[in-house]
């Protein structure tokens, strides 16, 4: 599910030389995964026999710019289909633009390749890493592929591909170490967004004609659970899939005061995947026996008017409020008043809002499907649902019972503490430079 978190205005400073929060890269090596064996056990040789023996485990316990000298790592290229400042931009260029952004500040040159935004600049550079919006939403494929065809992308020491639901075939055409980031398999979500022809096509893409091309690529997902489900419908290998979770803002953190009355909060863009027409009909139904119920659904998007639609429908403009689009702070305030965080639904590779109202100490109830499976633990930090009854009754459990309230919103901040973007920057980049390692051997 997509955070509501402002995108950040672009950045003036200079490139990364200019700079003096960017770690900078000692000069290169020539990288093996023997070599890395040799130089770790010489400067560890006490933790022989506790070092895990794949790289990207080996790797990922390292400091972003070791990893990146170890390797070879100087220059990326980072292709996506939307940019973080795109007005529907959400979960993925959210994990995209934390990633790069440590990575700029370890010291690697990082461009990203994207579509265009409204009113923006084609060339911008934002927290140490240059935005080049080459194209429109659609076109930015075919453009990229070429580019990358002809040597003007994809030449430098390592690849990252964003695959959104279309793919940019970087397997194809990239010249240096390439990995891709696939967060979920999109599966139904064509039906919801396009007509039945082109929805046709795009489910006939993503799990029959982009996956061969994939198939020798290095994957990594946000979660286990994702990564069953795209061996299982994907047919990728699951030995070349790595789960690296999404982190937490230290920001989201407990603190200020719960609602005095029952309140349930969710957060997302209003989009059909999210399925907030379904969350609507519960609240209405736990109205009946929680007369003191608020909720509020914080987020934009093209399904706005039909959600207020509904709302007003059941004459419930009083206590179910859309606000719209929320600054940090208001989302903060969220998450620290509510008593529950919800979510309905269909797709998610992860959905971190969920972990970031377990790190302000507030449980979830939500859809059973992959990416939730991993962000809720069920029964510890929240609870998982499998229809609308269930997510009624889960709803009314955790409003009902002030000892099971608490005991999840214990369980929920645990589990949030354990996710820290810097571990999520060091795991996907240990994946790329465990493909540049291959690359010697």
């Known amino acids: 599910m997509a955070p509501v978190t402002p995108a950040p205005g672009e950045s003036s400073a200079a490139g990364l030389t200019g700079d003096a929060s960017v770690t900078r890269i000692g000069p290169a090596r020539t990288p093996s995964w023997e070599g890395l064996e040799r130089a770790i056990a ?24 070791e990893i990146a000298e170890r390797t070879g790592l100087r220059r990326i290229d980072v292709l996506a289909w939307r940019d973080f400042d795109d007005p529907e931009a ?13 990575w700029s500040k370890a010291g690697l040159d990082v461009s990203m390749t994207t579509s265009s935004v409204p009113d923006g600049r084609r060339v911008v550079r934002r927290d140490g890493y240059r935005v080049i919006r080459r194209a429109g939403r659609y076109s930015v494929f075919p453009r990229s592929i070429l580019s990358g065809a002809v040597g003007r992308i994809g030449t430098g020491d ?4 964003i695959w959104n639901g279309m793919p940019f075939f970087s397997p194809v055409w990239s010249r240096s170490p390439q990995i891709t ?3 979920h ?26 996956p061969p091309f994939y198939r020798r690529s290095r994957i990594v997902t946000l979660s286990s659970s994702s990564k069953a489900e795209i061996v299982e419908r994907l047919r990728l290998p699951a030995d070349h899939i790595t789960v690296t979770p999404p982190g937490v803002e230290p920001r989201f953190s407990p603190g200020g005061e ?21 969350l609507v009909e519960a609240l209405v139904r736990l109205k009946a026996t929680h007369p003191d119920l608020r909720a509020v659904i914080a987020g934009e998007g093209y399904e706005r008017p039909a959600l207020e639609a509904l709302v007003a429908a059941h004459g419930a403009q009083a206590w179910i409020e859309l606000p719209g689009f929320v600054d940090d702070d208001a989302l903060i305030d969220l998450y620290r008043s509510a008593w529950v965080v919800a979510s309905s639904s269909l797709r998610e590779g992860w959905g971190m809002t969920v ?73 996907t980049l240990a994946a790329l430079g465990a493909e540049a390692l291959a690359r010697t051997d």
């Not at 010489?42 to 710019?65: E, F, N, Y």
């Not at 390592?158 to 591909?161: K, L, P, S, Y």
């Not at 719960?258 to 999210?274: C, F, M, N, W």
């Not at 109830?365 to 009854?389: F, K, M, N, P, Y």
Request: with cysteine; net charge neutral; aromatic share 2%.
């Open 258 to 278: 719960r609602s005095a009355t029952p309140l349930v909060v969710a957060v997302g863009r209003l989009v059909p995947v999210k399925r907030f027409h379904l």
């Open 42 to 65: 010489a400067d560890h040789p006490s933790t022989r026999a506790t070092r895990p023996s794949d790289p990207v485990s080996l790797l990922s316990g390292m400091p972003l710019g």
């Open 185 to 210: 398999v999109h599966a139904e979500m064509w039906k919801l967004v396009l007509p039945r022809g082109l929805a046709e096509a795009g489910h006939l893409l993503e799990h029959r004609i982009a």
């Open 158 to 161: 390592g690849v990252v591909e």
């Open 181 to 183: 980031f696939l967060h």
């Open 90 to 102: 959400g979960g993925s260029e959210l994990h995209a633009h934390r990633v790069i952004t440590a």
């Open 355 to 427: 972990t970031e109202a377990g790190a302000c100490g507030t449980p979830a109830v939500a859809t059973r499907i992959g990416g939730h499976e991993d962000a809720v633990l069920d029964g510890r930090s929240g609870l998982l649902v499998d229809s609308t009854d269930e997510l009624v009754t889960a709803l009314d459990a955790v409003l009902r019972d002030e000892v099971l309230r608490r005991r999840l919103g214990h369980g929920a901040l645990d589990h949030a503490a354990r996710l820290t973007w810097d571990t999520t920057a060091r795991g």
